[in-house]
């Protein structure tokens, strides 16, 4: 019986999959396992930034190793379509002002234009009541950048 191989993706493919996305996956280096958590990302078309509260084990494993894994996927219900892609990177944190601010008003533009559910805040260092624009505002989250990608995986079922 032979192996069906799934298809990869070119580069437009997979930069569209990421442009048009938002949320995804990133794993740290912990302890023992890997730690995964979910982060909302915005895409400028060479970097993926994130906003990542100041608290929690995430703080811990970025602060011992930058480097990490992201993954970003797309699928339908019922699993007849999908398509993800994997990158191996080091994440950088953002100190720079001007830029920081630049990059969170690229997650207001994502909140806004998207119409997300203002409950997205609270992951983001922000009450639910606060206006998205707080986020450009406020320092409550910090931002980083995946930066150095050395492997990149990007497939699809189609």
């Known amino acids: 019986m032979e192996i069906v191989k799934i298809p990869r993706m070119d580069?437009?493919?997979?930069?569209?999959?990421?442009d048009e996305g938002y949320i995804c996956r990133i794993a740290f280096q912990g302890e023992k396992y890997p730690y995964i958590a979910p982060f909302l990302y915005v895409f400028d078309g060479r970097f993926l930034y994130f906003l990542s509260t100041k608290y929690g084990k995430k703080i811990e494993y970025f602060r011992k190793s930058p480097y990490v894994s992201v993954e970003v996927d797309r699928y339908s219900h019922d699993l007849a379509y999908y398509t993800f892609v994997t990158m191996q990177g080091r994440l950088e944190e953002i100190e720079d002002s001007i830029e920081k601010k630049l990059v969170r008003e690229r997650f207001v533009d994502l909140?806004?234009?998207?119409?997300l559910s203002p409950n997205i805040l609270a992951a983001l260092g922000h009450s639910p009541e606060d206006p998205p624009e707080a986020i450009a505002k406020e320092e409550r989250s910090l931002v980083w950048r995946l930066t150095g990608v050395k492997d990149l995986v990007a497939l699809k079922n189609i």
């Open 11 to 18: 580069r437009e493919e997979y930069d569209r999959l990421i």
């Open 111 to 115: 909140i806004v234009g998207r119409g």
